[in-house]
């Protein structure tokens, strides 16, 4: 089992309230990200970082923010929830190229804005 | 083009069938190559690394061709259990994961 964490795993919450969605993982990976997906549908890269105090912006274009601080925590922030904000969002980890390496997924959270 | 495409599925197979997945990517610098499965409501985990050589794995075989741009993934004697959305995932050396939109397999009794 990989040793990425995610809380909470559901959330529901009202409109306008700030969020924070947390990710730790215990190994030791430099390479942090996060996903936004809709039931059914593909996986977003809304987030990512290389590595302490590295953040950048991913694919998608997101209203959430993030930091990493430490290696081991990324979390993720809305300052202001809207109901378009419904999803659910993956935290994944991998380590620094060496050969052929993989992601490692969280459960992730399941947010419900209303 | 999306950087990373696959058959659009759904794929409803009878247990015991073969099924085969492709996969396109457009960046032919892309180094790196796996099939992940993703069953619903649930993250995403991996299901094999993909080589160039070609690789099995009990009753599932992933094959790499660098030249046309193709990965496959061929599972044999389906389960019910394999039923799940499977996702084609490319890395570029050094950069980020690509997820392919998945194909989603149900294996019918």
């Known amino acids: 089992e990989a040793d990425i964490y995610q809380t909470p795993r559901y959330l529901v919450i009202g409109t306008g309230k700030k969020i924070t969605l947390e990710c730790s993982q215990t190994m030791g990976h430099d390479k942090m990200y996060w996903y936004q997906q809709d039931p059914g549908m593909e996986l977003h890269l809304i987030h990512y970082?290389?590595?302490?105090?590295?953040?950048e912006k991913g694919d998608l274009s997101s209203e959430s923010t993030v930091s990493r601080i430490r290696t081991e925590h990324f979390p993720l922030t809305l300052e202001s929830a809207r109901p378009s904000h419904t999803s659910q969002y993956l935290c994944?980890?991998?380590?620094?190229?060496?050969?052929?390496?993989?992601?490692?997924f969280g459960q992730g959270t399941r947010l419900t804005v209303v | 083009r999306k950087e990373v495409e696959q058959d659009p599925g759904p794929f409803n197979v009878p247990e015991g069938a073969t099924v085969a997945f492709n996969c396109t990517y457009s960046n032919s610098a892309s180094q790196s190559f796996f099939w992940y499965r993703q069953d619903c409501r649930k993250e995403p985990k991996l299901l094999m690394s993909v080589y160039s050589s070609g690789n099995e794995d009990g009753r599932f075989t992933a094959q790499l061709n660098r030249a046309s741009q193709y990965i496959s993934l061929l599972i044999r004697d389906s389960k019910l259990s394999d039923s799940a959305t499977y996702l084609c995932?490319?890395?570029?050396?050094?950069?980020?994961?690509?997820f392919g939109p998945g194909t989603r397999l149900s294996v019918l009794p």
């Open positions: 995932v490319v890395i570029l050396h050094g950069q980020n994961f690509v």
């Open positions: 994944a980890s991998s380590p620094t190229d060496r050969g052929v390496t993989e992601a490692f």
């Open positions: 970082s290389y590595g302490v105090n590295s953040t």
